[in-house]
């Protein structure tokens, strides 16, 4: 599931780098923004926010972007950039090898775990896996940094090895090895946070600081003790619980330089920069791309602080991965608030609370009208992930949103109850459904995690809808003419929404790629281009206490 949906993704980056590829300053700008927090995330987490955190990433886009010309294949970008930030992080560990690394400066850097767990929120067992990364040595959580985002849905296996060096056999061998490792840095995390007096007087000399040492020792304890053994709740698997967790957001003020590192733009040149590349970095010009810009010289700014972190998740237990009862299939809206005396919206668009079935996979699909685009913007930036009851997005403005499924029945399967569209002001259009598959179709034998199809497999069991709730796609589009808020309402069966403000051209694309290209169906046109074009399941003109009261049949 993991390597359809990143596969997908990749394409929809395929026009970009082309564009960039080609010297277009604002596709240069795009790629630069949409990548910098996945390569942030790997840096950090390998490096745990030392000091260094902020050069390896400069270097990597450095040379990314230096380059990007000899770049053949753009669906292997992905691959490609995460294999050049490994080889960073692995040079400078060479470089620092000779003499340690100054442990006091590690401690005065922004702790990486300490971020992961602030600004994502991360509470009980997510809080406890984020924290015993500090306790890996330097080989494993550069590791733990590609398998984090592995799990999380954000690279495929095959990038993980190919990004080590290694075939996906071994990687395989070796991340069963660390999850073992991850598990002992866990129970150290757990045991420290209680209350054992045996531990208390062990540690008593202890400067606080995690080290190869302290972990051997108060492991040893953890073996032979009955009070720190005897766990107070299941422990949950640490790849379920890190299921479509969110990269963790740059910090406020981050610089990325891109000015040749002081070099002038001879020596640039002199050195192997693409003319083009170059002359995109040296216009003077400001390209603003959500909260964050490249400007003049090439520095890349984050200028916009985050939006607030998302509500905090309860940490999920071993008991919460048994099958719920399904929620009810139409749970009662909110009564809506009187009509304003001033103006009463006008109801448009059709109503589809019919399941419809799977078209032929092999058929293309009809044409896709296009609408007017005046631009985006979104609460949750380029891309909000929303794993959690209670989180939402906002999106305003005029134009195509995509918003993709990820089901996870291997952490939590049974009754999901469906996401929602409140506070509409303006029309919003069900307008494609893409991504290469629909949720119920069959992926694989079993064999991947239990899946058989998206949606789950008789060994993890199935996420079941609501009865009259159209069969998602992996890549469902929406148009927006005005404002509305997409509320996330997992309840029951786990699942997570990535929410991207795109394009008629992307949302194009996407449906038009299929099996001939490897896909198991082309995607599905929705949109008439009036406005008796269908409107999405569960949406409402009203903002409700609960989101999830909001009725299946939309009247809008």
Known sequence: MTH?????????????????????????????????????????????????????????????VDNLGSLRDPDSFRSWLVAIAMRQIRDRARR?????????ATHEAADFAELTVLRLQLEGQRREVAEAARWLDDEDRQLLSLWWLEVAGELTRRELASAVGISRRHAAVRVQRLKERVETARGIVRA??????????????????????????????????GYCGDARESVVPAERLLVGIALVPLPVGFTLSLAFGGKTAVAATSVGWSAKVLGALTKPAVAMTAGASIVAGGAYVVTQPPDDPPPRAAAPTAASTARPPSPSASASPTPSPSPSPTKK????????????????????????????????????????????????????????????????????????AMPTWTGLKGKLFHVASGGGRRMDDVIGDGSDRGYVTGMGGPDIGYTVLPDGTQQMWQNEYFYVDGTVTLNQNERGASYGLTVFPSSWDKA?????????????????????????????????????????????????
Do not use: F
């Open 96 to 104: 620092r090898q000779p003499d340690r690394l100054d442990e006091s």
């Open 508 to 556: 194009n694309e996407d449906v038009r790629y299929g099996p001939p290209q490897g896909a198991i169906r082309y995607g599905l046109v929705r949109d008439n281009g009036k406005d008796t074009a269908p409107v999405p399941q569960y949406v409402t003109r009203t903002t409700p206490a609960d989101p999830a009261t909001v009725a299946q049949r939309s009247r809008v």
């Open 192 to 225: 420290l946070d209680g209350a054992c007096p045996e531990l208390r007087e062990l540690t008593a000399r202890w400067n606080g600081r995690p080290d190869s040492v302290w972990r051997k020792r108060l492991a040893r304890h953890l073996r032979g003790c």
């Open 345 to 416: 919206p006008e109801l448009y668009g059709t109503v589809v609370d019919a399941v419809d079935t799977a078209p032929d996979p092999n058929t293309p699909p009809g044409a896709l009208p296009h609408r007017p685009e005046s631009g985006i913007t979104s609460t949750g930036g380029r891309q909000a992930v929303m794993q959690h009851r209670g989180e939402s997005v906002t999106l305003s403005g005029q134009g195509y949103v995509l918003v993709r499924w990820q089901i996870a029945p291997d952490d939590r399967s049974g009754g999901l």
């Open 4 to 64: 359809e949906r990143t596969d997908v993704e990749g394409r929809q980056w395929r026009s970009t780098i082309a564009a960039a590829q080609a010297g277009d300053r604002q596709a240069l700008d795009e790629l630069v923004s949409g990548w910098l927090p996945l390569v942030y995330n790997i840096v950090g987490r390998a490096l745990n926010g030392h000091a260094d955190v902020d050069d390896v990433v400069q270097d990597t886009m450095l040379r990314a």
